[in-house]
């Protein structure tokens, strides 16, 4: 969580949200505030005024006392530390319970926003955060703890991610924090070295945001994407800027004609209602630009018009319609058929005489405020209900559990690596749109868009789903490999053999991570003839020549890692079937002629030789040096992305040996590298800087032999 600094790395955006918010934190006093130290026993401190002031507006009788408590304890601990900028250190965890604050969370939420970065950076422990708060702010701040490097090494930020993703299973609370928290940090990064600021913007660009729009905090979300639209583009920045601070200095206003033309037809129908000008971000500004070419009056907002009930949503539609030039085909209603993320409004447009045409936003408040914060106008989602809404079965009724965090949740539990997650989680967020597709028995599947019968099967039947021997999609026969629509009715159809197995084909058509780890744990598990026998010349064969010099050439260096086994006089050899270098956990296992097999323990020939009873012996990696290994990246098809791969690798210092770039196939590409590493401990920042290339959604390590 740790922020530090205070200085924005770049222009914010001018207007909405982030404006008023920015006008509300002031850190300066803020910090001046924390200096004087708490206030006396029951008395609120003067820096949690600003706090206090939003939360009451939400919640006018709200109890006090714990934000009293968890800023003094906040205070206390985190006296002396400082922010990279000089402030004193608790102003990050003020701007962070601000912004829920001003969201609309609830009490608990933001006691544990004021406490999150006590147990991961003062002596405060958890258990004495429960003693003192409770055990939900215990679990808020446990599930946003970092977890420390000493003990993960590089695996520290996605095993991190996976437990924050875990934890906001059982409360989702736990994401609202983090991504304030992120929110926060980002507007604080100018301090650090670009390089720093840039590797922070893409993770907050995959991870941080699509996890914003899928809980629907799109208040905090905009605002991340104008950030880091600033630091990673800064030139389409600065020229978006631009458009915006002229479009303001002109003296006509088109948007400004069109609000009063529709305050006044709904005047004359004797429909309550506000009409606003919502002024479009950064980065909605620039997408429109791309999408129309020369930009327009009314291109750079939108009208919301907010009413008291959702019929007079309809009415207000129903006025526009008739007073005004509909454009019918931007009509779309999200009140009759919400968004995953829990957001509802009717869409439509208005036309001018000179062709200018307005998009319109109609919802209730209520849809307002849910649209804006998502989850977190929730309140407290797990509160029991009144007794007269109580379920009938006793059951607590989650609304915060979509079909994606489940899918989410049930897929990370077969990927147990950190570096498989980390690409997966990444590939899976990059889904922005989801589809319902329907059951026979009428249940329904919540599926990504581009989701194909294959996926529906593992969605639906988990394993089981390797029986599926077809589907019938709206009625009629179809191949697994068929892409499914909003609003099919699919009916799987299961086989009885229990010998049925999933066809390696199968692969290139699973689209949903839950449906391709499946199918390649059964196929690791079950290899083919040809595999086996591969794997049988990898165990018993001779020596492999990566232990030996590589003969010199153009693009390799001899390689010199070295293992120390634990049986003398053993020769040893790298498995080829998983390639193992350093830093990687390894086994090994005596074969044939007095040698020993190194693996990963990750490897699945691992677990055959342990069930067919062969001894593990103990091995370890002595002092290396270099290293060749081959990667395997899947990317989406892009201009350049190849020169941006290799510029990253280059970037790296590994050399490329050889490379290979199969056909594209639905607009997906694989890549494989054999690259030579001056450190064989550098392969995981290697990994993770091809994963950063635009466009590439795993990168792996290859299962041949990369020599």
């Not at 924090?177 to 922070?200: F, S, Y």
Request: with cysteine; proline share 7%; aromatic share 4%.
């Amino acid at each position: 969580m740790s922020a530090e600094a205070t200085n924005p790395a770049t222009p914010g955006p001018v207007t909405g949200p982030a404006a008023r918010w920015r006008a509300r934190i002031d850190l300066r006093r803020l910090g001046r505030a924390a200096l004087l130290g708490p206030a006396t026993r029951d008395r609120l401190p003067s820096a949690i005024s600003h706090v206090v002031d939003a939360h009451r507006a939400h919640y006018p009788s709200a109890d006090l006392e714990p934000l009293r408590r968890a800023y003094v304890l906040a205070e206390s601990s985190h006296r002396g530390q400082m922010r990279k900028s000089g402030e004193p250190y608790i102003t990050h965890p003020l701007a962070v319970t601000l912004i829920l604050a001003e969201l609309g969370a609830e009490t608990t939420t933001l006691t544990a926003s004021l406490l999150h970065d006590t147990v991961e950076d003062t002596d405060v422990t958890l258990d004495q955060v429960g003693e003192e708060f409770g055990s939900e702010v215990r679990y808020l701040v446990d599930g946003v703890t970092k977890l420390e490097k000493v003990d993960y090494g590089a695996a520290a930020e996605p095993e991190t991610f996976r437990k924050m993703l875990v934890a906001t299973g059982s409360d989702v609370r736990v994401m609202s924090i983090k991504l304030a928290d992120r929110l926060h940090n980002m507007r604080t990064l100018g301090v650090m070295r670009p390089e720093k600021q840039a590797r922070i913007a893409k993770v907050t660009r995959d991870v941080l945001i699509p996890l914003a729009e899928r809980l629907g905090v799109q208040a905090l979300k905009t605002e991340l994407e104008d950030l880091v639209f600033a630091i990673l583009h800064p030139e389409e920045y600065e020229h978006t800027r631009e458009l915006i601070v002229d479009n303001a200095s002109r003296a006509d206003d088109p948007l400004a004609e069109i609000a009063d033309e529709v305050r006044g037809v709904l005047r004359d129908a004797d429909i309550p209602a506000e009409v606003v000008i919502r002024p479009r971000h950064f980065v909605s500004v620039h997408r429109v630009a791309r999408k129309r070419g020369q930009l327009r009056g009314c291109d750079f907002g939108r009208l919301l018009v907010l009413v008291n009930e959702d019929a007079d949503c309809y009415g207000v539609l129903g006025e526009l319609h008739t007073c005004m030039t509909p454009v019918v085909s931007e009509f779309k209603d999200f009140i009759a058929v919400p968004k995953f993320n829990l957001y509802q409004s009717l869409h439509t447009a208005v036309a001018r005489a000179d062709g200018q045409v307005a998009e319109v936003l109609i919802r209730t408040h209520q849809m307002h405020k849910v649209a804006e914060a998502g989850v977190v106008a929730l309140g407290n989602p797990y509160a029991p209900p009144p007794e007269e809404h109580a379920p009938a079965d006793g059951e607590r009724v989650d609304p915060t559990r979509p079909g994606w965090l489940s899918r989410l949740l049930d897929w990370q539990e077969a990927a147990p690596d950190p570096d498989t997650f980390w690409s997966t989680l990444r590939e899976d967020l990059a889904q922005d749109r989801e589809i319902t597709v329907f059951r026979p028995d009428g249940g329904t599947l919540g599926l990504p868009e581009g989701a194909t019968c294959v996926d529906a099967a593992y969605a639906q039947y988990g394993e089981d789903a390797h029986a599926c021997i077809g589907a019938r999609v709206n009625g009629r026969l179809a191949t697994l490999s068929t892409v499914l629509r909003d609003g099919d009715t699919v009916q799987l159809l299961m086989g009885q053999d229990p010998a049925s197995e999933p066809s390696r084909e199968w692969l290139e058509h699973a689209h949903t991570p839950a449906a391709r780890i499946a199918i390649q744990r059964w196929l690791a598990a079950h290899p083919t003839h040809e595999e086996a026998q591969e794997a049988a010349q990898e165990t018993d064969g001779e020596p492999s020549a990566v232990l030996r010099p590589v003969a010199e050439g153009p693009t390799s260096r001899p390689t010199t890692a070295d293992i120390t086994v634990d049986q003398p006089g053993a020769t040893v050899r790298l498995a080829g079937c998983c390639t193992p270098v350093p830093p990687d956990e390894v086994t090994g296992f005596a074969v044939r002629g007095g040698v020993v097999t190194v693996h990963r323990v990750q490897c699945a020939a691992v677990e055959r030789m342990k069930s067919a009873g062969r001894a593990e012996v103990d091995v370890r990696w002595g002092d290396t040096t270099e290293c060749r290994v081959t990667l395997l990246a899947e990317s989406f098809v892009r201009p350049h992305l190849l020169a941006d791969l290799t510029e990253a690798m280059a970037l790296e210092g590994a050399e490329i040996v050889s490379a290979t770039v199969e056909p594209p196939t639905q607009q997906r590409v694989r890549h494989t590298y054999t690259l030579q590493l001056p450190d064989a401990a550098h392969l995981p920042a290697l990994m993770r800087a091809m994963r950063n290339v635009p466009g590439v959604y795993d990168v792996s390590r290859a299962q041949t032999p990369g020599v």
